[in-house]
């Protein structure tokens, strides 16, 4: 296997949402496992999620998982990339994460030539989208 490089998301209890709402988002496959699952099935964290990923068509990988209470930590130190040149594709995915987000650039043209947006969404995630336009 090759080696890649992929987000991991921690969440404060609401990976499955996430998760659930990013498959939505990007289509793909959810795998979900859970701390009772992996043999603590008498704690308060039982039924959230202690690993997730999802693999998408587009070959995107995310993973997430619920970090213990009172451990999560949010930050703004990161942001999701997406950029390429499928203008349809982009912009379906922009559509459904700016959906209830946080929309701190609006897609649009940018100053270096390509359409590029910035929001946070539902869940504390800032993702940047930059659609590649033909060079003249």
Known sequence: MTSR?????MFAGD???ALQFYKHVFGG???????GEAGQPDTAMADKIMHGMLETPSNYTLMAADTPAGEHKP???YSI?????????LRGYWQK???GATVTVPLDKQTWGDIFGMCTDRYGTTWMINITQPQN
Do not use: V, W
């Not at 496959?29 to 701390?35: A, H, I, V």
């Not at 990339?81 to 594709?89: A, I, K, V, Y």
């Open 5 to 9: 490089l992929n987000p991991y998301l």
């Open 15 to 17: 990976a499955r949402q």
């Open 29 to 35: 496959t959810l795998l979900l496992s859970t701390y």
């Open 75 to 77: 930050g703004n130190a």
């Open 81 to 89: 990339s997406l950029s390429g040149d499928n203008d349809t594709e």
């Open 97 to 99: 994460l700016s959906d």
